[in-house]
């Protein structure tokens, strides 16, 4: 059966960092599809920032071409909060005993803790965990360390064997690149070239996305 690995995320927008990544753990393991999720914004985030429906078309631009990857709006549709361990738990009631893997950069695994019953994530899929340029500066709390030293395993292809429950650390290929580089790229009107797919360059324009301090998303 193919294994679904998820990599959640704002999106805001989607780059080459996340396709790049996405293709590169999908080669980690013989049948994986990856589903890209994007989260919903808190309303009090203070950059330029897409509507819920130009970032999940973003992704649409930004996946459609690419064999095994996929997006979900999933989480954009949930009424009320919407939690990565709730998106998860559907993925698992889908997948039955099979592998589910959730995966994301070393910057957001060093803010588990904050996630919403972050505790029972390994109950329902495996971790995975991505070095990301600047890897240093992402200091892991000592509560998250003990947390995670019991469940990590060196070898990723382990995560194939199982259903959940594993930790595992990956260095893939390093695209430094980050959605927040991007905004500050286009608001200063410089080139976002190798940073975006074609497409997705291409519907930041004719929206004017990113351009200014004011939303024009909503
Ligand atoms: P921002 O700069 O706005 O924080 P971001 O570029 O980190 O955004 P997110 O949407 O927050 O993008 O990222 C979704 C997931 O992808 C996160 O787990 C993040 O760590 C990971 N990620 C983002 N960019 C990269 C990259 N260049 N390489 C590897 N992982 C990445």
Excluded at 104 to 125: I, K, Q
């Amino acid at each position: 059966m193919t294994l679904k690995l998820v990599l959640g995320g704002t999106f805001d927008p989607v780059h080459v960092g996340h396709v790049n990544s996405a293709c590169a753990l999908m080669g980690l393991f013989s049948d994986c599809q990856v589903v890209l999720v994007p989260s919903k914004i808190p309303p009090h985030r203070d950059t330029p920032s897409a509507s819920p429906e130009q970032r999940l078309k973003m992704l649409q631009l930004a996946s459609e071409e690419v064999l095994g990857l996929s997006c979900d709006d999933c989480e954009l549709r949930r009424e009320g909060s919407s939690f990565t361990i709730d998106t998860l738990a559907g993925y698992r009631a889908e997948a039955g005993d099979q592998p589910l893997i959730f995966a994301m950069g070393l910057d957001a695994w060093v803010t588990l803790p904050t996630w919403h019953n972050w505790e029972s994530l390994c109950d329902v899929a495996h971790l995975l965990i991505m070095e990301r340029p600047g890897g240093s500066s992402f200091e892991e709390p000592a509560q998250l360390k003990a947390w995670a030293a019991e469940k990590l395993v060196d070898d990723v292809s382990s995560l194939e064997t199982t259903g959940s429950g594993l930790i595992c650390h990956v260095t893939l290929q390093q695209f430094d690149v980050s959605a927040t580089r991007v905004r500050e790229t286009i608001k200063q009107g410089d080139s976002t070239e190798n940073m975006l797919h074609p497409e997705v360059a291409g519907y930041i324009a004719r929206h004017q996305l990113y351009l200014d301090n004011e939303s024009h998303g909503k």
